[in-house]
């Protein structure tokens, strides 16, 4: 079954240090998405990625935060300078549309955990 | 106010008995998805089940099923048969469709353990 896949699947980093974490969405999926998971929190909407460009984005995906689709397959979140507050579980994700459709099921990678130090 | 809310933080089951997990929502959007996630102690996200808020019927999915009750805006789901390894974190997310957005709004949790 198709799936979505992240590496690293954990990374460790300093403080202020830059962050690339990889997403590999399932292939005939159009819509991309970033989310995160501090520690025992709930699940956070960062950014949706559709054409090339972001569609969404929350109030936490500030200037530190940026997203690229580099070539046809991969899918990444940069996070510039990372701080503290940075350090969570970060869950790529996609669909094969938006909207309301039967078939929009959102699929989640398995997690990247960033621990910033 | 909170677009997903579930209430139980904690839930017990016996082996092979079912559970009902609550989830509440909220939304003036008359288009929505209703999603169910497990999330397991290894930490990534599995899909469980989908409710679209036009279908006539409620979703199903082996021992998942989702008891959607529109007016009273909840979507609980129900595990039958537990198994020790539905012992997870479950969230309920629900995506708005029509302002545009396509991201999904996650509830708390609810962390069931099935007892042998």
């Known amino acids: 079954e198709p799936e979505v896949t992240q590496t690293p699947s954990h990374q460790v980093t300093q403080m202020g240090q830059e962050v690339i974490l990889r997403c590999v969405p399932i292939?005939?999926?159009?819509?991309f998405y970033w989310y995160r998971q501090i520690l025992g929190q709930k699940v956070e909407f960062l950014v949706s990625?559709?054409?090339?460009?972001?569609?969404?984005k929350s109030e936490i995906f500030d200037d530190q935060f940026s997203v690229e689709r580099p070539d046809g397959s991969n899918f990444t979140l940069k996070i510039r300078s990372t701080k503290l507050e940075d350090s969570a579980m970060y869950f790529c994700a996609s669909s094969p549309t938006g909207g309301q459709y039967s078939g929009n099921t959102i699929y989640f990678g398995e997690g990247s955990w960033l621990t910033v130090v | 106010a909170q677009k997903i809310t579930q209430t139980q933080p904690g839930m017990f089951v016996q082996e092979k008995e079912a559970v009902t997990l609550d989830c509440t929502y909220d939304t003036s959007d008359p288009s929505y998805g209703l999603f169910w996630y497990k999330q397991p102690s290894s930490g990534e996200m599995i899909f469980l089940i989908y409710?679209?808020?036009?279908?006539?019927q409620n979703a199903t999915e082996g021992r998942y099923s989702l008891n959607f009750q529109k007016a009273r805006k909840s979507a609980n789901l129900v595990i039958s048969a537990s198994q020790l390894g539905d012992s997870a974190m479950y969230f309920c997310a629900m995506r708005e469709d029509l302002t545009g957005a396509n991201n999904l709004f996650f509830g708390t949790g609810t962390r069931l353990t099935v007892i042998p």
């Open positions: 409710q679209g808020s036009y279908d006539q």
């Open positions: 990625f559709y054409n090339n460009e972001i569609s969404e």
């Open positions: 292939s005939n999926h159009l819509y």
